[in-house]
């Protein structure tokens, strides 16, 4: 099994809400990490956990907040978007280093639309 | 800096013609380049790994070969089915677990 589930598929928000996208994985994978996705762009990474903790944040804007509840469970709070936020939110995984081969397997995607 | 280059940015093909596309990267000390699928509007799906120079891998019509420089993917009598975005990624971490990814071909298989 290679599934990363991602929840909600699609979602439209305003910028004053406050919404979360949700993933999860049941590959036994310590990492996981948030890519975001605009139109026509590879995938751009936004953030790393490595055994439920942050380990890297690429300078992303704190309106975007992740959470990792537990080894399975990814989350991206969202709170006070603008437009430009409007993109193809990526879940994805892998194993750490040392642990296997570090090919991450993503999820669906939630496409996100900031009115 | 490292950085991933992939070209064509588009290729059309006819059913059963074959072709390459081209992955080409400067990183110190790789750990790896990723080769992935991508639908319209749906994530990247793993294809194959590679780890050094002179390795190769095949799935179905698809091989994929690396050399010091640059990985090919090359695509045996296509179907209208392979017609997707070609993705391909290398770390850019000592742990191998972070992934800048080449601006994609953009591949379209005519029947």
């Known amino acids: 099994d290679t599934e990363v589930t991602q929840t909600p598929k699609h979602l439209v928000m305003g910028m004053t809400n406050k919404k979360s996208l949700k993933c999860e994985q049941h590959?036994?994978?310590?990492?996981m990490y948030w890519y975001k996705q605009k139109a026509k762009k590879p995938p751009e990474l936004m953030f790393v956990y490595s055994y439920e903790k942050l380990s890297i944040n690429e300078s992303v804007p704190s309106r975007f907040s992740p959470e990792c509840p537990n080894s399975s469970l990814l989350n991206l709070h969202l709170h006070a978007l603008q437009p430009e936020d409007s993109a193809l939110y990526l879940c994805?995984?892998?194993?750490?280093?040392?642990?296997?081969?570090?090919?991450?397997?993503f999820g669906q995607g939630t496409r996100l639309t900031v009115v | 800096e490292d950085q991933v280059t992939q070209s064509p940015e588009a290729l059309r093909l006819q059913e059963g013609e074959s072709s390459s596309l081209n992955c080409s990267y400067t990183?110190?000390?790789?750990?790896?380049l990723f080769w992935y699928r991508q639908d319209p509007g749906k994530g990247p799906e793993f294809l194959f790994t590679?780890?050094?120079a002179g390795e190769e891998k095949e799935k179905e019509r698809l091989k994929a070969t690396l050399t010091k420089k640059e990985s090919f993917l090359h695509i045996t009598a296509p179907k209208p089915e392979d017609s997707a975005t070609y993705l391909c990624?290398?770390?850019?971490?000592?742990?191998?677990?972070?992934?800048?990814f080449g601006g994609g071909t953009r591949l379209m298989v005519k029947p």
């Open positions: 994805a995984s892998s194993h750490s280093r040392g642990r296997g081969n570090t090919e991450a397997f």
């Open positions: 590959m036994g994978h310590r990492a």
């Open positions: 590679l780890y050094s």
């Open positions: 990183v110190s000390g790789l750990r790896g």
């Open positions: 990624a290398v770390p850019y971490n000592n742990a191998g677990n972070m992934l800048t």
